[in-house]
């Protein structure tokens, strides 16, 4: 029989480094710091960690402008820092996932500065003369705002980054551009970390007719010529191939933003990277029974045989209770969305502070960080899902003794792990609970998806896997839901009578 690859079903542990923990006062979290908290990320029975990037950068993105892809951030410790978490971590039987920007580099990379001048990696990166009339050569717009195209006075063209001008888009067409790319992987492969979460895996190519992009009807742009192009899945099939070199174990889990049917596409049984996350349930602020039914459905109907990857909240988007349920969201509902999550079908990601229900923090203005304001539906910038993880009630949450560079929340306070650690009925400790409920059981982890038609605000569905079944039954609404299927099965958790506002049932059926 062959064995099934770890991912599949496992629970990832996103970690966002800059505030996660700061083992040195500079009040910035670091690597260092996660090594110390390992103990209480294997508390939690997750499978691997991701880290955010850990690359030198020039940080205008937090990370996600790399100038080295070698090198570890200065901020973030030595190079022997990360050499030690690594090993700290598999010492305890967890995994670890690089977060590689590979779709671009800072402008501050050399790769860039030699390609303005027009050096060896002169087509190195998207670049393109004036339209005739003047002005970008087409209409893509970048996703942080305005133009996707800046000039460069020196080179006399324009080069195209799907985010912030200075991050300008590595030209993944170009055969010696993805040769260092794919040298990336191989070298921290070579270090040993277990695999990547590809940062915009959708967009590696672009049409290189650089056609104009159309407009939908909502008078947003359809990114069908600057991503999620067809010659995506030859090079997301390249990036797999290079990394599966390093053995079966090794994971890729592609970041897409646009299309969640394509994205199944890219990431097959066979072909492109082996799991795909989306944006529906990032982004959605009403998530009810109809929308999560109608996401898997739909992707399952494109793409029966994708195994995909699960997240409600990231450094990205709004906290998902705070999402769904306002600035006032009560725990019940944090608790109710991590059943949830814990119970899809896919690879699940879980972000930093998920397991302590915190709701997005509302960061004052003169201290957000973020240079980005209108993203991803928010018009504040994503700093208040990037706050310091709450650890007690010491100073800055127990996360810095140093001056913290985004301010601990004080809707955080009373929620600190210390405070949950010993809380029978804390949200820690539920999702302690869910995970290892995952993990015994193969339903759960690794079993088909059938939704069931219900009532109203209730979500429901079966996981099968091999004649064993699971019931899961959601109430997505702040009201008691009409009893239905109550008593069937043996509970294994349950939250509220399962029918109670927020309430859930788990059964084994
Ligand atoms: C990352 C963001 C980043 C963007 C550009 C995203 O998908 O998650 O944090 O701003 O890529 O690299």
Not at 28 to 35: F, R, S, T
Not at 173 to 195: Q, S, Y
Not at 201 to 224: K, S, V
């Amino acid at each position: 029989m062959t064995q099934l690859p770890w991912w599949r079903g496992a629970v990832v542990y996103q970690v966002y480094i800059r505030s996660f923990f700061d083992s040195d006062g500079d009040g910035q979290g670091d690597l260092p710091g996660v090594e110390a908290k390992l103990d209480y990320i294997k508390s939690l029975g997750v499978d691997a960690i991701w880290l955010s990037p850990i690359h030198p950068s020039p940080n205008l993105d937090w990370g996600y402008d790399i100038a080295d892809y070698d090198g570890v951030q200065h901020d973030y410790g030595a190079r022997a820092d990360f050499e030690f978490l690594l090993n700290a971590a598999h010492h305890r039987g967890i995994r670890v996932l690089l977060d590689e920007v590979l779709a671009h580099t800072s402008d501050q990379h050399p790769w860039f500065a030699d390609s303005v001048a027009r050096g060896d990696s002169a087509d190195w990166y998207v670049w393109a003369d004036e339209a005739p009339g003047g002005g970008p050569p087409n209409n893509w717009l970048s996703s942080f705002g305005g133009p996707a195209w800046t000039w460069s006075e020196v080179r006399g063209q324009y080069y195209h980054h799907k985010f912030m001008p200075q991050q300008p888009k590595l030209n993944w067409l170009n055969p010696d551009a993805r040769k260092a790319a794919l040298g990336v992987l191989d070298h921290w492969l070579g270090e040993g970390v277990d695999g990547f979460r590809l940062d915009v895996a959708g967009a590696l190519a672009h049409d290189p007719a650089l056609a104009d992009n159309e407009t939908a009807p909502d008078g947003t742009q359809i990114h069908r010529h600057d991503a999620n192009r067809p010659e995506n899945l030859a090079l997301l099939d390249e990036v797999r191939r290079r990394v599966e070199r390093h053995g079966s174990g090794r994971f890729v889990l592609g970041e897409f933003f646009e299309e969640p049917d394509l994205a199944g596409g890219f990431a097959a049984p066979d072909k492109g990277v082996h799991s795909a996350y989306t944006f529906p349930l990032l982004l959605s602020d009403a998530l009810g029974p109809a929308f999560v039914r109608d996401h898997f459905e739909g992707v399952l109907a494109a793409h029966p045989d994708h195994w995909p990857s699960v997240a409600f909240s990231n450094h990205d988007v709004k906290r998902a209770p705070t999402r769904f349920g306002g600035p006032d969201a009560p725990p019940a509902l944090a608790r109710m969305l991590l059943a949830l999550l814990l119970c899809l079908r896919g690879t699940v990601l879980l972000y930093q502070g998920e397991e302590l229900g915190l709701p997005q923090a509302d960061v004052p203005a003169d201290k957000r960080r973020d240079p980005i304001r209108a993203v991803n539906r928010m018009d504040v910038g994503r700093d208040g899902a990037r706050t310091p993880m709450p650890w007690d009630d010491g100073l800055n949450l127990g996360f810095s003794t140093g001056e913290p560079w985004l301010p601990p929340a004080p809707e955080h306070a009373d929620l600190t792990a210390y405070a949950q650690a010993g809380d029978p009925a804390s949200t820690l400790t539920l999702a302690r609970r869910l995970i290892a409920l995952r993990r015994i059981s193969t339903p759960l982890r690794l079993g088909a998806i059938r939704f069931i038609d219900a009532p109203g605000p209730v979500l429901m569905f079966e996981r099968e896997h091999l004649g064993e079944r699971v019931l899961c039954q959601f109430n997505m609404g702040p009201d008691v839901a009409p009893a239905f299927r109550p008593e069937e099965g043996v509970a294994l958790l349950e939250q509220a009578g399962g029918m109670g506002p927020y309430g859930f049932r788990i059964a084994r059926l």
